[in-house]
């Protein structure tokens, strides 16, 4: 029985460039690869079936196919590892080979198997919040991403977007530490920038920076 109690350390993975590696071709393993291909690792997918989906992707040259099982050894070089296939056999023979290799590997709805899994995820451009109950409860974790979805409307993005861009200006222009530039993002942070944007504003970054820090001299 899994053990729902195992705390879980919350990270983001950079997957540039980095190899991914998908064993299976079923809807799950579509899903998996369309939302990997948001990250920009090189998606690889082994397994003697694919669907429709997974095969134009293939040959787009979206993602590498390899059309046979899975074989040990097809997890050389690879950063992530997921196993998305209704086989024990293989599903306990990838999560062997990462473990050797220290490949991070999630096997699909076998908790016991995965060195990491898969949070829901509300995405607003740069801004995004992972939501997950550690595999006790999958459906309320979706439950809560619908409510987060609800409430981070689309202004959210321009304004992360520009507070990004505002923060290049202050660590470019304004000299001294966190103690220094701290108080000037609270400052943005307190405002009321984000009602401005979501009723149709549209501030540069140098505006706000006017706005907030003016000129230092």
Aim: glycine share 8%; net charge negative; with cysteine.
């Amino acid at each position: 029985m899994p053990d729902y109690s195992k705390p879980y350390y919350p990270v983001f993975l950079d997957l540039a460039e980095r190899l991914a590696v998908i064993v299976g071709g079923g809807g799950v393993a579509e899903r998996k690869v369309v939302t990997l291909l948001e990250y920009g690792p090189r998606v690889r997918v082994v397994s003697p079936d694919v669907t429709p989906a997974l095969e134009k992707l293939a040959a787009s040259g979206a993602i590498e196919l390899e059309r046979r099982g899975y074989v040990r050894g097809d997890l050389d070089g690879a950063f992530i590892a997921i196993c998305a296939t209704s086989s024990e056999e293989v599903n306990r023979a990838v999560h062997a080979e990462a473990e050797e290799r220290g490949c991070i590997v999630n096997v699909v709805d076998v908790p016991e198997l995965c060195s990491f899994i898969v949070p829901s995820i509300v995405r607003r451009g740069t801004l995004s919040v992972a939501i997950s109950t550690g595999g006790a409860a999958p459906t309320v974790a979706k439950r809560l991403r619908k409510h987060v979805q609800e409430h981070l409307g689309p202004e959210w993005e321009t304004y992360v977007t520009l507070l990004g861009e505002v923060r290049v200006l202050v660590m470019e222009r304004i000299p001294g530490g966190e103690a220094v530039r701290k108080p000037i993002f609270e400052s943005i942070a307190d405002s009321d920038l984000l009602d401005r944007i979501r009723a149709g504003a549209r501030p540069t970054a140098d505006e706000v920076y006017d706005e907030f820090v003016g000129d230092p001299a």
